[in-house]
């Protein structure tokens, strides 16, 4: 069985364009998680979707922005990047969202470097 | 608030060494508790989990963790370190929240193993 994929894995842009990042999750779950892992500050949790519709954010600006697709794979959309933004972009997905024991799968992630 | 704390950035052992990674967390109730490994270039892979019951938890790799409410903690244990055990470690707290499900990462300790 396939795990969560993530595309690119790699890539450079400069500030002020966008960058769009893709993910599919493992066959059957239908939330999707982005997380962004920056140096030295660890994993702060971006954006949930379940089901098609955005859950939570955390605490990101409203450029940085996302959907799910009928098929429950999902693109994150960072407009006018800023050098900050460069990091390691991780998806994860999972089989339901309320459920106890709910455990989450991570893809190997995106690099995104702004230049 | 939710939140986790890794108090150690990073720590050295020697292979054959004994390891405990410490985690602390903060929540109000009974919390969802995960420990993930991320090797270089890699994604996150869940080490163990705790939900509910036997408080001591044992995990993949030789790996093992122990809740311990009185202290807020979930410490990740392994007897004998592999060099192979060289990466970063997560622990996350997950909670049931309205509209679902989140998980909030601590920092990461990073793991170096000496020969």
């Known amino acids: 069985e396939a795990g969560v994929t993530q595309s690119p894995t790699h890539l450079i842009k400069t500030r002020g364009q966008q960058a769009t990042l893709r993910c599919s999750p493992i066959?059957?779950?239908?939330?999707v998680y982005w997380y962004q892992q920056a140096l030295g500050l660890g994993l702060q949790f971006l954006l949930w979707?379940?089901?098609?519709?955005?859950?939570n954010r955390g605490n990101f600006p409203p450029r940085f922005s996302g959907r799910q697709f009928p098929n429950y794979s999902s693109e994150l959309n960072v407009n006018a990047l800023e050098l900050e933004d460069s990091a390691l972009y991780l998806c994860?997905?999972?089989?339901?969202?309320?459920?106890?024991?709910?455990?989450?799968?991570f893809g190997q992630g995106t690099r995104l470097t702004v230049v | 608030a939710q939140s986790v704390t890794q108090p150690d950035i990073h720590i050295t052992v020697s292979e054959g060494a004994s390891l405990e990674l410490r985690c602390n967390y903060s929540?109000?109730?009974?919390?969802?508790l995960f420990w993930y490994v991320q090797s270089p270039g890699q994604g996150l892979q869940l080490l163990l989990k705790?939900?509910?019951?036997?408080?001591l938890v044992q995990g993949i790799k030789g790996f093992e963790a122990e809740f311990k409410r009185s202290q807020s903690s979930f410490n990740l244990r392994k007897p004998s370190v592999h060099w192979s055990d060289a990466a970063e470690y997560f622990c996350?707290?997950?909670?049931?929240?309205?509209?679902?499900?989140?998980?909030?990462f601590g920092a990461g300790t990073r793991l170096f193993v000496k020969a």
């Open positions: 066959s059957g779950h239908t939330s």
């Open positions: 996350a707290v997950g909670a049931e929240r309205t509209g679902g499900f989140k998980t909030i």
């Open positions: 979707y379940d089901e098609g519709e955005e859950r």
């Open positions: 705790y939900f509910s019951g036997d408080t």
């Open positions: 929540y109000g109730a009974t919390p969802y």
């Open positions: 994860a997905s999972s089989l339901a969202t309320g459920v106890r024991g709910t455990e989450a799968f």
